[in-house]
DNA sequence: TACTGATATGTAGACACACAAGGTATGGAC
DNA sequence: GTCCATACCTTGTGTGTCTACATATCAGTA
């Protein structure tokens, strides 16, 4: 009935998880605050977003979990990245940035004369 | 089996076609050329994004069609904004600006002190 | 003791949308 | 007469995010 907009573009969640464990592991319920937080509050990542996709990259080899206490005191899934994982990182930041400028170009392409 | 993966997020590809056509009509054929020259041949419009795409847009009335003769000399179906159309286009480059900003600042998001 | 809220993980089903692959037709060049 | 660029279209498929739901633990509090 709303107009409700998906909250992420497709295809950018692996790249934000990836680079948020980038430094770390974390665990998904982690992960998820840390994105919020360094997005300014603008990002928001559903739990059925999250945990489908983490196995996702589970399955492909660029994370692998491990359970440990969390500061909380209970046991969580700590994710960190592959060395696959990290390459791909890479690959996936120069893709995102190679698509927003070529977004932007066409935002701002410049009038055609008549 | 090949890894290609797709061309154009899930999402921005409405975007790019009120863009295209802010200015003046075109028909989707030229969109498509439009959008691979401004974006500087970084983004393909599959015809098989394209039309679905636009026939969707006539739906919701935020573009319309007219049969005209194109510079080809052959009839062609130019889309234009409606009102509503140049509603949708600024809220939705307010949109990207926004969410790419976002990325950008998880992107770029400052390592955590241990 | 029972409750509430934050923490933490997960699944099932629905849905949107870009894609590949196929099709039709016309006009100009050769 | 054949080929290519132009111009439109549809069907089926896959992927990925979402909503909604289910489960459990721990801390604080009434």
Redesign the interface.
Known sequence: MDLK??DL????LD??IL??IE??PLHGYAMAQR?LE???E??TVQQGSLYPALHRLERKGLITAEWREAESKRMAKFYSLTASGRTQLAEE?D??Q??????????Q?P??A?
Chains 1, 2 share one sequence.
Request: charged letters at 20%.
């Open positions: 907009r998906s573009l497709q295809g950018t790249l934000l680079k948020t430094h770390r994105i360094t997005s300014r603008v990002l930041m893709q995102w190679r698509y927003a400028r070529a977004i932007q170009w066409v935002l392409a009038e055609v008549s």
